[in-house]
T-cell receptor
Framework: TQLLEQSPQFLSIQEGENLTVYCNSSSVFSSLQWYRQEPGEGPVLLVTVVTGGEVKKLKRLTFQFGDARKDSSLHITAAQPGDTGLYLCAGDIRGNQFYFGTGTSLTVIP | GAVVSQHPSRVICKSGTSVKIECRSLDFQATTMFWYRQFPKQSLMLMATSNEGSKATYEQGVEKDKFLINHASLTLSTLTVTSAHPEDSSFYIC????????????FGPGTRLLVL
C-alpha cells in the first residue's frame, strides 16, 4: 500500500487542454513537494507547499495543498508538449519520513 | 548551484559481479545523501539514508549487505551493488540534502544498471 496515491496514473491529452493531477493520502504531511522527471533523468523540484490551503503558481502550473495537509493537486493550463513527463508528489512526515507518490505519466500530443 | 552528479550514468555487468555507483554534490556540502531505486514507469522508492561518517539507515526490505553504502565525505557517497543479479537491474538515483531532512534535496541524474 502506497502512502501517497496519485491519480490518474497515466494521462494523454492534446496540446492546449487543461488537466489536474491529484495526490492523496490519509496521513498529514509537514510539507509536500511536486517534481517532474524526464526519462533517464533525476526528478526536478517544481514546488514545495507547507501551509494547509496554500496555493502556488508557476507559470501555467497551479499547485494546491489541502486544508488538512493530506492531499494536493497540480493543475496545468493549456498544456504543451514540453510538459510531457512523469509528475511525482512527495511528502515529508515530521521531517524524518519521506515518501514519493505513485506517479502520473503525462503525454501531451502536439 | 546545487548540482549533484552520478557516475556512471549507465553500466552493464555480468551476474555475480559488484558494481559501484558514485554520487557527488559538486558545489555544496551535503549533510545527508539519499539513495533511491526506480523501476520503469514507476515511482522512486527510498532505499537508504546516509550521513557523512556514520552508518547508513536502510529502509525496510532493503538488504544492507547487498547494497553497501559508504559516505566518506560531505560531497561523496557510494552505493555498491554486491553480487548483482538480473533482478537488481534498475534505475538508481541519489539525492543530496543541505539538511538532515528531505525538503532541500537535489537529485542526481540517475544510473541505469543492467545485469545480464
Amino acid at each position: 500500500t502506497q502512502l501517497l496515491e496519485q491519480s490518474p496514473q497515466f494521462l494523454s491529452i492534446q496540446e492546449g487542454e487543461n488537466l489536474t493531477v491529484y495526490c492523496n493520502s490519509s496521513s498529514v504531511f509537514s510539507s509536500l513537494q511536486w517534481y517532474r522527471q524526464e526519462p533517464g533523468e533525476g526528478p526536478v523540484l517544481l514546488v514545495t507547499v507547507v501551509t494547509g490551503g496554500e496555493v502556488k503558481k508557476l507559470k501555467r502550473l497551479t499547485f494546491q495543498f489541502g486544508d488538512a495537509r493530506k492531499d494536493s493537486s497540480l493543475h496545468i493550463t493549456a498544456a504543451q508538449p514540453g510538459d510531457t513527463g512523469l509528475y511525482l508528489c512527495a511528502g515529508d512526515i515530521r521531517g524524518n519520513q519521506f515518501y514519493f507518490g505513485t506517479g502520473t505519466s503525462l503525454t501531451v500530443i502536439p | 548551484g546545487a548540482v549533484v552528479s552520478q557516475h556512471p550514468s549507465r553500466v552493464i555487468c555480468k551476474s555475480g559481479t559488484s558494481v559501484k555507483i558514485e554520487c557527488r554534490s559538486l558545489d555544496f556540502q551535503a549533510t545527508t545523501m539519499f539513495w533511491y531505486r526506480q523501476f520503469p514507469k514507476q515511482s522512486l522508492m527510498l532505499m537508504a539514508t546516509s550521513n557523512e561518517g556514520s552508518k547508513a539507515t536502510y529502509e525496510q526490505g532493503v538488504e544492507k549487505d547487498k547494497f553497501l553504502i559508504n559516505h566518506a565525505s560531505l560531497t561523496l557517497s557510494t552505493l555498491t551493488v554486491t553480487s548483482a543479479h538480473p533482478e537488481d537491474s534498475s534505475f538508481y538515483i541519489c539525492s543530496a540534502s543541505l539538511t538532515r531532512g528531505h525538503e532541500t534535496q537535489y537529485f542526481g541524474p540517475g544510473t541505469r544498471l543492467l545485469v545480464l
